[in-house]
T-cell receptor, first 111, second 113 residues
């Protein structure tokens, strides 16, 4: 079956630091890949996505590249802000199934 | 505004008392689904619907029912809630069921005593 593995954290960084959150996946088909973000007390918002190999998704300074050869979709941001503190979920969607999520990475940015 | 709405947002109930959580989307999406979020387990799909009158089990369907009589609505029914169904529930929808982006509602926090 499908699965997503990501670091759970919490990950604590200082403002303006470089961020990487690793995500690897296992899928039987050719999935679309997603990063969702959950701010405290809120629902999930789509952050970015990629639908095929070598695609790069980007939004709000965050980027992730669909790497089929390493089955990875690592999230990066060059300079984080306190407002980026949230839980980040890597997910895949393969065929007609729903999303398969990683367990989420709690990111804490300190001023 | 394109959105998925859920009601209620917070609910405290007792074991065995039937409840329904409503979900509605205004994007004319064909695909709708329910997830539950639990600490250490992430999000898991409960049920999904590819279209009106078509529903199917997700990963954790036990203790839940759904119906899809209209395209925009997809209620989640707990016929006899138990404490292990205490969780945060999310409804989501997408244009179709094939690798499309799912859009999430704000969540319903349920406590079963």
């Amino acid at each position: 079956g499908n699965s997503v593995t990501q670091m759970e954290g919490p990950v604590t960084l200082s403002e303006e630091a470089f961020l990487t959150i690793n995500c690897t996946y296992t899928a039987t088909g050719y999935p679309s890949l997603f990063w969702y973000v959950q701010y405290p007390g809120e629902g999930l918002q789509l952050l970015l996505k990629a639908t095929k190999a070598d695609d790069k998704g980007s939004n709000k300074g965050f980027e992730a590249t669909y790497r089929k050869e390493t089955t990875s979709f690592h999230l990066e941001k060059g300079s984080v802000q306190v407002s980026d503190s949230a839980v980040y979920f890597c997910a895949l969607r393969d065929g007609a199934d729903g999303l398969t999520f990683g367990k989420g990475t709690h990111l804490i940015i300190q001023p | 505004e394109a959105q998925v709405t859920q009601n209620p947002r917070y609910l405290i109930t007792v074991t065995g008392k039937k409840l329904t959580v409503t979900c509605s989307q205004n994007m004319n999406h064909e695909y709708m689904s329910w997830y539950r979020q639990d600490p250490g387990l992430g999000l898991r799909q409960i049920y999904y619907s590819m279209n009106v009158e078509v529903t199917d089990k997700g990963d954790v369907p036990e203790g839940y029912k759904v119906s899809r009589k209209e395209k925009r609505n997809f209620p989640l029914i707990l016929e006899s809630p138990s404490p292990n169904q205490t969780s945060l529930y999310f409804c989501a929808s997408s244009l179709s069921g094939i690798r499309e982006t799912q859009y999430f509602g704000p969540g319903t926090r349920l406590l079963v005593l």
